[in-house]
Each structure stands twice: as structure tokens, then as C-alpha cells.
Nanobody
């Protein structure tokens, strides 16, 4: 199992930046993949960015060139640097961890952190 705790959300003007953090309760090197998803009001949760334990990154087209996912293995922390924020980035952002254990895949989620970019 793994517990995830996000932080760093807030209100920021369009064009501004925020950095989200997600601290895991175990070594992130033991986690197959970690990522960030978001859910805006009335919409489904969507992928923002993911990173495998091997370091491969994947981004939603809507955030490519603006957001960067990174990690600090020593701190068991994954970050999401968000630049050039737009009103459409407003959502609750969730940290996700995927574990492959005992032949099965397990998904874990943090509690979410709100990001608001006023129009």
C-alpha cells in the first residue's frame, strides 16, 4: 500500500505558476508509476502527467510545454510544475500511484488539492 499527500494548490492569476507536491509513504522507486490527474466541476477526471519508475514521462496535450512532472527520490516526492496557467486549468488535482504487486495492479489516490485560475 501507499498513502499520498498532495500540497501546493491555490489561487493564481492567469499566466502565473504553481508547483504541486505529492509525498508518498514509501520509496517512489518501488512504485511502478506516479502521476497527476485533475477533475474540473462537472467533468470527468483526466490525466495531466505521469512518470514511470524508469523515468518515462507522459503529458496531456493540453499541458505539454507548460507543465513538468519531476521527482525527488530521496524525499519520496513527485512534483508538478505548472507554468503559464490558464483558467481552463482550474480543477482539483489528484496524485496517483500505480503498484504492481502479486500479479495485480493497484491504484492509489491522494485527497486532492484545488487549483483555481480566475478568468
Amino acid at each position: 500500500q501507499v498513502q499520498l499527500v498532495e500540497s501546493g494548490g491555490g489561487l493564481v492569476q492567469a499566466g502565473g505558476s504553481l508547483r504541486l507536491s505529492c509525498v508518498a509513504s514509501r520509496s517512489i522507486l518501488s512504485i511502478n508509476a506516479m502521476g497527476w490527474y485533475r477533475q474540473a466541476p462537472g467533468k470527468q477526471r483526466e490525466l495531466v502527467a505521469t512518470m514511470t519508475s524508469g523515468g518515462s514521462r507522459n503529458y496531456a496535450d493540453s499541458v505539454k510545454g507548460r507543465f513538468t512532472i519531476s521527482r525527488d527520490n530521496a524525499k519520496n516526492t513527485v512534483y508538478l510544475q505548472m507554468n503559464s496557467l490558464k483558467p481552463e486549468d482550474t480543477a482539483v488535482y489528484y496524485c496517483n500511484a500505480v503498484l504492481h504487486e502479486w500479479g495485480r495492479e493497484y491504484d492509489y489516490w491522494g485527497q486532492g488539492t484545488q487549483v483555481t485560475v480566475p478568468s
